[in-house]
């Protein structure tokens, strides 16, 4: 009984363990814009104009390991997976305007194999809204 009791203890404290350690790669808002930034925002060429992105706000949800899906998805087995809704501006900036397309979406946010943030996006909530602006 002893045994049995020490062998449970153990295993609910590397389980705890490994939580733990996980939750320390919960992600910052700061982490998500950049992730999304390097996504979004395009220098332009001659085929494709140039692209900003704007964060309108970012809201961090819970987290919880990579489940089967995600891993088909392409997040590393082991990964921490974040929830995250992310209201965003994407600018496309044409010789006669600009196009602002502004998006509401909620995301996966984990860490890749290379150790970076990394932002997946699941699905859209709401309308996109695209609206014309000037030139600046």
């Known amino acids: 009984m002893k045994a049995i ?5 153990f295993a609910l404290s590397a389980v705890s ?7 320390a790669e919960t992600p910052k808002a700061t982490d998500i814009e ?3 930034r390097t996504r979004w925002e395009k220098p332009g060429s001659t085929s494709s104009p140039k692209t900003t992105f704007t964060a309108n706000s970012i809201r961090i949800g819970s987290g919880a390991k990579a489940n089967v899906q995600d891993k088909i998805d392409g997040v590393p087995p082991e990964a921490w997976v974040t929830i995250a809704l992310v209201d965003f501006t ?6 006669t305007g600009i196009e602002a397309v502004r998006r509401v979406r909620e995301c996966k946010v984990y860490k890749d194999q290379f150790d970076e943030w990394a932002v997946m996006i699941s699905r859209a909530r709401g309308e996109d ?8």
């Open 5 to 9: 009791f020490l062998g449970l203890y």
């Open 34 to 36: 950049t992730a999304m």
């Open 129 to 136: 809204k695209i609206t014309s602006e000037p030139l600046k």
């Open 90 to 95: 994407v600018r496309s900036h044409y010789s």
């Open 17 to 23: 363990f490994v939580a733990c350690g996980h939750a």
